[in-house]
């Protein structure tokens, strides 16, 4: 089975990256690795650098900022190949991020299969699309959503769309927070918005124009809302 | 020089951008040389072409520093910018085929740099600040002063705003045509947004507040300029100018605002009104209205007329009613039924305002009430008039609308206000 283990936390959270926290992601990359557990993951720039892509009415809205407005905010992901949810969750717990903020642990639906992503070709940007619920739109809408699969064949034939999944509805996730073996696990996501995070899709695209284009084709713009956010570069200057 | 710096500040910024692709440098860089323009001219005289004399010490400082810099990046930049300079010799073929170039050989890409501050993946404040700062050069202090927030939260959103166009990859570019009808709107309204925010000010506001007017125009002119087949822009330009002709006359020597129908059109800018008139025709025979356009010849009816009385009610009355059409806005409902009130007389504004109010889109707005009272009063119906009155003034809170308000509500209702 596939989990998503999402990275959330507060702002300022780019300052509790210390040596100790650097020490114990290595170590649980090694760890995980060295046990066989599948990994892709990367973190995200912050959530200032995110941008709202919906389409009501047939108008694409776009506007500045994450998908909604909460104390935390996703800051990078995971996901894993392990076999049970409580595998997923041991993992989660010994995570930095866990201590840093919280770590949410969704399952994928369907389980998705391992992907391993090289670096992005050149010229290129690569964003997180994060489609969420949208609990503004009337359910009768939302259940009209179209099919992903035509947007997914699309996309991933274009090369834009590189990997991404369906995520088990929220109230399935389960919490992880605090230092091991002091850390806490809490049912629900790790946010209580009414907006939530429904699948992902990692995107490789020439700019943020091309991205917005996407993002907007997803049959989730007009049923909710998507987000995009660039990954961090680990070369930044 | 002034002119000259505010006209070239947005040019220099443009093109270094576009070469680097580093929003600071290129800053840094303008800033420099008009720095040395300040020290150098007052001494040696205004060079011949102003605009291309700081375009060529701006380009030569931004290869100074790449040079100094050591990254791989640096040196790709460095070479784009060295490129520039090479065709953009004074003596280049394209110079003598445009005698009047001013920039030194370097193409203009303000068209770039308004789309990509004005990109609708940025906050709206941030856009305004932004398109102020790189294409007319205002300070980020100034700025601050102008839009009335402190400098620290200004030069903060100043930050974000390029961290997200070099993080999140806003491109630096004119969108392609099939995008223009729905990129252009927003760009118009991030100008129309700074022109309000000057008009809006008053006479014991800051200067610089009321100097957002002339940098709005002055950025409508350019796009104007630069995107001859978008009417919208010439609309907007036009409607800015019918605004500004009127600027004079709008308030009273006690620092009151005076409406539109008491104001003593000797004041008004004709140089200025006929200029917009110019425009607005131009736009027109594009035969693409829009709404920027139906305000600007709903402004041009109230600027052609000699007098209140000779206003032209029933041709306003009728652009209402398309810009209402086309915008949906209760609004623009509400001044429609106004100007129908002029044309037709008050009881076939009430009817409108009847229907209006059934809607509830405008719930809440005083003017509803406001203009309800007027009509009632016109008609004679001082009762009705003067509880509408009464409505409305619990509706606006404190100031000049309030004293308005109340010396109307004193008129119908002469025994009880006292």
Redesign the interface.
């Known amino acids: 089975m596939q989990y998503m283990l999402i990275h959330a936390g507060a702002a300022g959270l780019d300052d509790a990256w210390n040596d100790e926290a650097w020490a114990a992601l290595r170590d649980w990359l090694d760890e995980a690795i060295g046990s066989g557990v599948s990994i892709e993951g990367a973190p995200l720039q912050l959530d200032a650098d995110a941008t709202t892509v919906k389409v009501r009415d047939g108008q694409l809205i776009v506007t500045d900022g994450p998908y909604a407005e909460t104390k935390e905010q996703v800051a990078g992901y995971d996901v894993i190949e392990v076999g049970s949810a409580e595998e997923a969750v041991r993992w989660a717990r010994r995570h930095p991020h866990a201590w840093m903020g919280s770590v949410e642990v969704r399952a994928l639906v369907g389980g998705g299969s391992a992907v391993h992503l090289p670096g992005p070709a050149a010229g290129k940007t690569r964003y997180m699309m994060l489609v969420c619920t949208d609990p503004a739109v009337e359910r009768r809408e939302s259940a009209a959503v179209e099919p992903v699969e035509s947007w997914v064949t699309e996309m991933s034939n274009r090369g834009v769309r590189l990997f991404g999944g369906e995520l088990e509805p929220a109230g399935s996730a389960r919490t992880v927070r605090g230092k091991d073996p002091g850390a806490v696990v809490t049912d629900g996501p790790f946010a209580d918005t009414k907006e939530q995070i429904a699948g992902f899709d990692v995107l490789e695209c020439a700019d943020l124009d091309e991205a917005i284009e996407v993002a907007a084709k997803h049959p989730m713009a007009s049923g909710g809302i998507v987000e995009v956010r660039p990954f961090r570069s680990l070369t930044e200057d | 020089m002034a002119d000259v710096f505010r006209q070239e500040w947005g040019r220099i910024n443009a093109a270094l951008i576009h070469q680097t692709g580093d929003w600071d440098l290129a800053e840094e860089c303008a800033q420099d040389a008009f720095a040395q323009a300040l020290r150098r001219w007052p001494r040696d005289g205004v060079p011949d072409r102003p605009g291309a004399w700081l375009m060529t010490v701006a380009r030569n400082g931004a290869i100074d520093r790449l040079r100094r810099s050591r990254?791989y990046r640096a040196k790709v930049e460095e070479l784009a910018v060295m490129a520039t300079r090479e065709t953009g010799t004074p003596d280049d073929g394209q110079r003598d085929a445009d005698p009047d170039a001013e920039d030194g050989g370097v193409p203009d890409e303000r068209l770039r740099l308004i789309f990509t501050c004005c990109?609708?993946?940025?906050?709206m404040e941030?856009r305004v600040a932004l398109t102020l700062r790189t294409l007319t050069g205002l300070s980020t202090t100034e700025i601050a002063r102008a839009f009335l927030v402190p400098e620290a939260t200004m030069a903060k959103r100043l930050v974000?705003a390029k961290?997200?166009i070099t993080?999140?990859?806003?491109?630096y570019r004119v969108?392609p045509a099939s995008?223009l009808p729905?990129r252009v709107p927003g760009v118009l309204a991030v100008l129309y947004l700074v022109f309000n925010e000057g008009y809006a000010a008053s006479a014991g506001d800051d200067l610089i507040r009321r100097d957002l007017c002339d940098r709005a125009v002055g950025l409508a002119q350019v796009l104007a300029e630069l995107l001859p087949e978008e009417p919208e822009a010439k609309g907007l330009l036009a409607l800015m100018l019918f605004h500004r002709a009127r600027q004079a006359a709008r308030v009273n020597a006690d620092g009151e605002l005076v409406t539109l129908e008491d104001q003593d059109r000797a004041r008004w800018d004709h140089t200025q009104i006929a200029l917009a008139r110019r425009i607005i025709e131009d736009a027109f025979a594009a035969r693409r209205p829009g709404q920027y356009q139906l305000q600007a010849a709903i402004a041009g009816c109230h600027a052609a007329a000699a007098t209140a009385q000779a206003t032209d009610w029933p041709r306003i009355a009728r652009l209402y009613q398309l810009l209402a059409d086309m915008t949906g806005s209760p609004v623009v409902e509400l001044n429609r039924a106004v100007a129908v009130a002029m044309a037709d007389g008050p009881s076939a504004g009430l009817a409108l305002l009847r229907r209006l109010e059934a809607g509830g889109a405008l719930a809440g707005y005083y003017l509803l009430p406001a203009t309800r009272a007027d009509l009632l009063r016109r008609l004679g119906r001082d009762d009705e008039a003067a509880s509408a009155y009464e409505e409305a003034a619990a509706l606006v809170g404190t100031g000049p609308e309030r004293r308005f308000l109340n010396a109307r509500l004193a008129e119908v209702r002469p025994r009880d206000s006292g």
């Open positions: 990254s990109h609708p993946a940025l906050a941030a974000r961290h997200k993080h999140a990859r806003i491109p969108p995008a729905q």
